[in-house]
């Protein structure tokens, strides 16, 4: 069955109310059926309860509980690298923009202007830059940390679809990312401007930012934005900045400039929350420093 099959009951199915149903159960606290929805979730795909801070499935008292887990202290060291990998996942792709034109998958592009919401200007920052999309599959630890120091700028949350964001459909499915609902985060740094965006799928309650609490629900229809003159609201890199309930995908754009991704990495490679993402063309990855915050 080709890919574009295999995604088309998604266009069928009423993805804002599963999605909203889902969030709603998230938040149930149901005592002992909590309990046993959680430890078959943990069987089914295999999540590795031994690097949670807390590894007791029996505490969590809720599914968003059991899904934003913190990991143990250590758990996650950075590497020492101009920036570092963001996620637990696996590398959906990566590489040289094309103008204003993201790679998804054979036979699908997007543009930045439409990943970020329409705003041409600031996806003009990023023309013939760089970017990298990464997947967190249910398995994986959910919250997302700073892939470098960072100052915060602006956060816009993007109405659209909730399909699925798994290498199927982003295979199967024209313009994922930039259809789906997304929260977009833009970054100054010393090396530049960075986006990171949170994009949302099929049964991702909501989204949160560690400034701002969660960002959806509501979901209104209609684009939000916030802009940040504090210049005191940074982040360091490795700190928290947001997570996802359940799985869903984040991508990264980064200004024209000699970026050089880890060698290491692959489309549909395993990554880790710290470990080298990049550097400077004469900058190699290198070795792990303290764990992530």
């Avoid at 997570?243 to 984040?250: A, I, M």
């Amino acid at each position: 069955m080709s890919d574009r099959l295999a995604v088309l009951p998604q266009y069928l199915l009423p993805k804002q109310a599963l999605t909203a149903l889902a969030g709603a159960l998230a938040r149930r606290e149901l005592g002992a059926l909590t309990t046993g929805a959680i430890r078959r979730f943990v069987a089914r795909y295999g999540v590795n309860m031994a690097e949670a801070a807390e590894p007791d499935i029996a505490t969590y008292s809720s599914f968003n509980a059991f899904f934003t887990r913190p990991l143990k202290p250590g758990a996650r060291p950075l590497a020492d690298a101009r920036l570092i990998c963001p996620v637990d996942g696996a590398i959906s792709q990566f590489g040289a923009i094309d103008g204003d034109q993201v790679f998804q998958a054979k036979g699908h592009r997007y543009s930045t202007t439409a990943l970020v919401g329409g705003d041409a200007t600031l996806a003009a920052r990023f023309a013939n830059g760089h970017f990298a999309t990464l997947y967190l599959s249910p398995r994986d630890y959910h919250r997302i940390h700073m892939p470098c120091d960072g100052r915060l700028v602006r956060m816009i949350h993007v109405p659209g679809a909730l399909f699925s964001v798994n290498p199927t459909t982003a295979r199967g499915v024209p313009g994922l990312f930039a259809r789906n609902e997304r929260v977009v985060c833009l970054f100054e740094s010393e090396a530049g401007p960075f986006v990171l965006v949170l994009v949302g799928a099929t049964i991702v309650g909501s989204m949160a930012t560690v400034w701002h609490g969660v960002v959806n629900p509501p979901r209104p229809g209609r684009l939000r934005e916030w802009s940040y003159s504090d210049p005191n609201l940074s982040l360091r890199q490795g700190e928290e900045m947001g997570r996802f309930l359940l799985g869903s995908t984040v991508v990264l754009l980064f200004p024209a400039g000699p970026l050089r991704f880890n060698p290491a990495w692959v489309p549909g490679g395993a990554i880790r929350l710290g470990e080298a993402m990049a550097g400077l063309h004469d900058q190699p990855p290198h070795s792990a420093r303290g764990p992530a915050g």
